[in-house]
């Protein structure tokens, strides 16, 4: 579905109009919230929206459940990743940026981060929660054919829960010599003009 400056939705009812707007909503609603180990914000009685709990939101109910969306924006100019040990040189360079997050509930029935995934460039560089019953994750990026995530010496530790569901923790930065660019893809985030949603 692609979203342009102005986008009118047109269908029959119970097609999934509002459900789409509700979305958006809600993660207008948890980018502005100020908790940040809040994964959603499903807003209250005086939010735009408000769906209910995680579970109002799943077809039928289902438990346990799993919500996930992808994003897709366009840069308004190219993005250019400079090598860590040469910063006249570009590691990366583009002008689209794709996000994707799953989102499901722990064993004590909280939400969590299940893997969230920017991508740019060609590449997928992901936060994944490792299945060890504790909210801990691994970062690694795909294809790894011409770069890799390199561990600081002696940070031998998983990562800690994501911000919200979309952010890199601020230990990427303290754990790794050269991630210092994601956080550059998640703030261009909020700089992206033309949308795609599937």
Partial sequence: MRFAPITGFFGANSSGKTSVLQLLLMIKQTVESTDRLQ??????????ANPGSFRDV???????????????????????????EAKTDDLFTGDTIGFEVEIGE????????????????????EMRRKLTGKDNYDLTVSPADD??????????????????CYGFPNEVNARFQNAGFLSDLEAKGKGGRHWNNA
């Fill in 147 to 164: 770069f890799r995530f390199v561990r600081t010496p002696g940070r031998v530790w998983g990562l800690p829960s994501p911000v919200k």
């Fill in 39 to 48: 994964v959603l914000d499903f807003g209250s009685e005086k939010s735009p």
């Fill in 58 to 84: 799943m077809f039928s109910h289902q438990t346990p459940g799993t919500l996930d969306w992808r994003i897709l924006w366009k840069l308004d100019h190219p993005l250019a990743v400079k090598k860590p």
């Fill in 106 to 125: 722990n064993e004590k029935k909280r939400l969590v981060v299940n893997r969230l995934i920017y991508s740019f460039a060609n590449r997928d560089f």
